[in-house]
C-alpha cells in the first residue's frame, strides 16, 4: 500500500464549475501538507501549503487536512481553462530523518472544458 | 527573485555512459532535493544536501549521487545509465526554516537510448 493515494483520474469539468480534488494517507507522522500543479513538460509549481490541521483559502483555491482522518483536499471555486493541469499533494513529516523528503501523490489531472 | 534553474533542460544519452546534471536554488534556500518523475512511479525522493552535506536519501542504487557546493548550487550524477533511468529530474530548493515547502525547478527531461 502506498503512504499516499490519489486517484489519478482523469477528472473533467465544465467551466465555473468548483473542483474537489483528494488524498489519503497512511502515516500519522505527516504534519506537513502541500499542494502542487503542474502543467505539461513542466516543474510542479506550489499552490498551497499547510501545517497540522485546518483550513486555508488563497484566493480561488481553500485547502483543508483533516489529521483523524488522514484526509486532505483542495477546492477550485471558479475553475478556468487555465486550471487545467495535474495536481499533485505532498506531505512529509517532522525532522529529524525526513528533511527534504516530500512523499507524493500520484496526481490528478483536471480537465477544464470552456 | 529568480526561481529554481536547472541546466540542461534535455539530455540524450545512451545506455552505459553517465550524466551530470546541475540546480541552482533560490537565492537564500540552502536546502536543495532532488526528485525523479516517471509516468509509472510518480515523483520519488533520490536526497536532499544541505550545507555542502548530504543529509537524507531515498531508495535508489548507488549510481545515483550528488553534491552541493558553497553557493548552495547542486549537482546529481548517475552512472552507468540504464533505459530505465529515462525521466524527468527535479531540483527542489526550501527557504531556511523547517516546514519542507519546496520549490520546484523546471526539470531537466533525460532520455537514456
Known amino acids: 500500500q502506498k503512504e499516499v493515494e490519489q486517484d489519478p483520474g482523469p477528472l473533467s469539468v465544465p467551466e465555473g464549475a468548483i473542483v474537489s480534488l483528494n488524498c489519503t494517507y497512511s502515516?500519522?507522522?505527516?504534519?506537513?501538507f502541500m499542494w502542487y500543479r503542474q502543467y505539461s513538460r513542466k516543474g510542479p509549481e506550489l499552490l498551497m501549503y499547510?501545517?497540522?490541521?485546518g483550513n486555508k483559502e488563497d484566493g480561488r483555491f481553500t485547502a483543508q487536512v483533516d489529521k483523524s482522518s488522514k484526509y486532505i483536499s483542495l477546492f477550485i471555486r471558479d475553475s478556468q481553462p487555465s486550471d487545467s493541469a495535474t495536481y499533485l499533494c505532498?506531505?512529509?513529516?517532522?525532522?529529524?530523518?525526513?528533511?527534504?523528503?516530500?512523499?507524493f501523490g500520484q496526481g490528478t489531472t483536471l480537465q477544464v472544458k470552456p | 527573485k529568480a526561481g529554481v534553474t536547472q541546466t540542461p533542460r534535455y539530455l540524450i544519452k545512451t545506455r552505459g555512459q553517465q550524466v551530470t546534471l546541475s540546480c541552482s536554488p533560490i537565492?537564500?534556500?540552502?536546502?536543495v532535493s532532488w526528485y525523479q518523475q516517471t509516468p509509472g512511479q510518480g515523483l520519488q525522493f533520490l536526497f536532499e544536501?544541505?550545507?555542502?552535506?548530504?543529509?537524507n536519501k531515498g531508495n535508489f542504487p548507488g549510481r545515483f549521487s550528488g553534491r552541493q557546493f558553497s553557493n548552495s548550487r547542486s549537482e546529481m550524477n548517475v552512472s552507468t545509465l540504464e533505459l530505465g533511468d529515462s525521466a524527468l529530474y527535479l531540483c527542489?530548493?526550501?527557504?531556511?526554516?523547517?516546514?519542507?515547502?519546496?520549490?520546484f525547478g523546471p526539470g531537466t527531461r533525460l532520455t537514456v537510448t
Open positions: 502515516n500519522s507522522a505527516f504534519q506537513y
Open positions: 505532498a506531505m512529509s513529516a517532522r525532522a529529524p530523518g525526513n528533511t527534504g523528503k516530500l512523499i
Open positions: 499547510t501545517y497540522s490541521s
Open positions: 544536501y544541505f550545507s555542502e552535506t548530504q543529509r
Open positions: 537565492s537564500g534556500h540552502r536546502s
Open positions: 527542489a530548493s526550501s527557504p531556511p526554516l523547517e516546514g519542507n515547502e519546496q520549490y
